[in-house]
């Protein structure tokens, strides 16, 4: 099992911001994509964004666009949410996930595409 560890999750007031951090292998694995999910209570996992490993290429849900960024720092093997203007629909648990094999732009959102995942930061909200 390839280790994806979360971290930054916690109590935030609407409006403000918060900053998710997932740690990769880095090299040991050759990941092709790094993407964030969430999971409500009671709602399936739903895909939040993703950036291309080696392009640096992001892709958004419509539901984040313009308010999260997805980024990562090759020198720590570390992708980043940053999650500004937080809703209180926005509270989950986030999830990193990575994926090997790019099997075309429409799958990204996918939860089958990504074949490693973390153990999840949860991100509440408070309106």
């Known amino acids: 099992q390839v280790p994806l560890v979360e971290s930054g999750g916690g109590l935030v007031q609407a409006g403000n911001s918060l900053r998710l951090s997932c740690v990769t292998p880095g090299r040991s694995i050759s990941l092709d994509h790094v993407g964030w999910f969430r999971q409500a209570p009671g709602r399936e996992r739903e895909f939040v964004a993703t950036?291309?490993?080696?392009?640096?290429?992001?892709y958004y849900a419509d539901s984040v666009k313009g308010r999260f960024t997805i980024s990562k720092d090759d020198a720590k093997n570390t992708v980043y949410l940053q999650m500004s203007s937080l809703k209180s629909e926005d509270t989950a648990v986030y999830y990193c996930?990575?994926?090997?094999?790019?099997?075309?732009?429409?799958?990204?959102?996918?939860?089958?595409?990504?074949?490693?995942w973390g153990q999840g930061t949860q991100v509440t909200v408070s309106s």
């Open positions: 950036i291309s490993w080696t392009a640096g290429r992001t």
């Open positions: 996930a990575g994926s090997l094999v790019y099997f075309g732009i429409n799958y990204l959102n996918s939860t089958s595409t990504y074949r490693y």
